[in-house]
């Protein structure tokens, strides 16, 4: 794996990275004006956060005159994949479809990802299994088994 490393953004590094991408790089006064209109956060709070992310290799950042601007290193898509995949690898092989559901039920999707995953599913259901083995356990402890 490389030194860039998504999984390790805590949820207040997202929020900066989230502008930092939107905006495909920015200063820090305008991460610092952006970041204050959606939550509460002092500068020093926003500045800290800023450092720890460039330390993290999530972003690079040079100076241009007096400003400090900053670019990331990861694509956001790559980002989220990488922290989801992270995520899902921690759950059973069981439950990871019930953990899809639920989030589907929730979430606001465009007509368009909706098709899209509606063309997988489709894909998908030629080939998927009846039902998806548990790997909580070694394979040959069948006592406990989801």
């Given at each position: 794996?490389?030194?860039?490393?998504?999984?390790?953004?805590?949820?207040?590094?997202?929020?900066?990275?989230?502008?930092?991408?939107?905006?495909?790089?920015?200063?820090?006064?305008?991460?610092?004006?952006?970041?204050?209109?959606?939550?509460?956060?002092?500068?020093?709070?926003?500045?800290?956060?800023?450092?720890?992310?460039?330390?993290?290799?999530?972003?690079?950042?040079?100076?241009?005159?007096?400003?400090?601007?900053?670019?990331p290193t990861i694509k956001e898509k790559d980002a989220m994949n990488?922290?989801?995949?992270?995520?899902?690898?921690?759950?059973?092989?069981?439950?990871?479809g019930q953990v899809i559901i639920n989030l589907l039920s929730k979430?606001?999707?465009?007509?368009?990802?909706?098709?899209?995953?509606?063309?997988?599913?489709?894909?998908?259901?030629?080939?998927?299994?009846?039902?998806?083995?548990?790997?909580?356990?070694?394979?040959?402890?069948?006592?406990?088994?989801?």
């Amino acid at each position: 794996m490389s030194e860039i490393n998504a999984t390790k953004m805590s949820p207040a590094e997202w929020e900066l990275m989230r502008i930092i991408w939107t905006k495909k790089g920015a200063s820090s006064s305008e991460v610092i004006e952006l970041m204050q209109e959606k939550r509460s956060w002092t500068e020093s709070t926003i500045k800290t956060l800023l450092r720890r992310l460039v330390s993290k290799k999530m972003l690079t950042t040079h100076k241009d005159g007096r400003k400090f601007i900053y670019h990331p290193t990861i694509k956001e898509k790559d980002a989220m994949n990488e922290t989801v995949s992270e995520l899902f690898e921690h759950l059973c092989n069981m439950k990871k479809g019930q953990v899809i559901i639920n989030l589907l039920s929730k979430l606001e999707l465009s007509k368009n990802d909706i098709q899209k995953m509606q063309e997988i599913l489709v894909k998908k259901e030629q080939f998927a299994p009846k039902m998806v083995s548990c790997d909580c356990l070694p394979k040959e402890i069948k006592d406990g088994c989801c």
